[in-house]
């Protein structure tokens, strides 16, 4: 049997009053407690519209602190609120469950504890990038990383795919700090390096970064892969970088299944 007290998370999106649904703001408002992570006053004020009984989560942050360290801080936040026998609403800048640790740390934590807990959608910057860049992963296929894993790990980057790099304004730092997104310059050359080993240098690569209110433009500023190194930088920059070219027909694989390249050509064409 499930005890009293239960978590809710939901994604506020990023342009935070247009992009959150109706199911979302009924579940803020039925809460007894919600907990907030979102970016800047005005989201945080509309929020405390909806439920006047709100807790400012970003406040876990702190100079010099492992971001790692505040994600448990914020997960215990919320389990020892739904010991007490809150209903709680966790609501999280954009999509809940993407570079989110603390909502799915806190999900598993109550579940282990025999409490229901659970996770709703929400708009993340990854679905303003494919709206607000004109592109369709599904037309290439899409590889998308965290900038500092694709730079501490052996990775394999395929250029006939577009690739989505994310938080490339902390790229290089290892210490979870929030205070590193002024020194990026070091991580950048040698990610611009390891780029340069699977794309050329002319290459047209786009640093994003979604609009937060409707009263700003998105950015999007189109560099070479060269100019990546000198490029200004933001927390909430993205790269992306699309495909080089298209990827070559596999002969060996159509012949298996009695296909030629003008059958694949023919399918694709409008022109029957």
């Not at 406040?59 to 010099?64: I, K, R």
């Not at 794309?199 to 500023?221: G, M, N, W």
């Not at 060269?226 to 927390?235: E, F, H, R």
């Not at 920059?237 to 299944?257: C, G, H, M």
Request: hydrophobic share 40%; proline share 5%; net charge negative.
């Amino acid at each position: 049997m499930n005890k009293q007290g239960s978590l809710t998370v939901v994604g506020t999106g990023i342009k935070i009053a247009g992009d959150m649904t109706l199911n979302t703001q009924a579940q803020i408002k039925q809460a007894d407690i919600v907990f907030t992570v979102v970016p800047d006053k005005v989201s945080k004020q509309w929020l405390a519209k909806l439920n006047p009984n709100t807790v400012d989560m970003t406040e876990f942050y702190g100079s010099n602190k492992s971001r790692l360290i505040t994600y448990n801080e914020m997960a215990n936040a919320l389990v020892e609120s739904v010991k007490q026998g809150n209903n709680v609403c966790a609501a999280f800048y954009g999509h809940p469950g993407v570079f989110a640790y603390a909502s799915h740390l806190a999900i598993r934590q109550l579940k282990a504890l025999g409490y229901r807990a659970k996770m709703q959608p929400g708009i993340s910057a990854e679905d303003w990038l494919v709206a607000d860049l004109g592109i369709d992963p599904g037309k290439s296929g899409c590889i998308s990383i965290e900038a500092t894993q694709f730079l501490f790990y052996q990775r394999t980057i395929d250029p006939y795919s577009l690739l989505v790099l994310w938080q490339i304004g902390l790229v290089g730092d290892h210490t979870l700090a929030l205070d590193k997104t002024d020194n990026y310059q070091r991580g950048l050359k040698v990610l611009s390096n390891e780029l340069l080993k699977y794309y050329p240098s002319d290459h047209q690569v786009i640093i994003y970064e979604a609009a937060t209110l409707a009263l700003f433009p998105p950015r999007i500023e189109h560099i070479a892969l060269a100019q990546l190194p000198q490029a200004k930088l933001t927390a909430i920059s993205t790269l992306a970088i699309p495909p080089y070219q298209e990827a070559p027909l596999d002969l060996a694989v159509l012949k298996q299944l009695g296909l030629t390249p003008e059958d694949i050509d023919n399918a694709l064409s409008i022109d029957k």
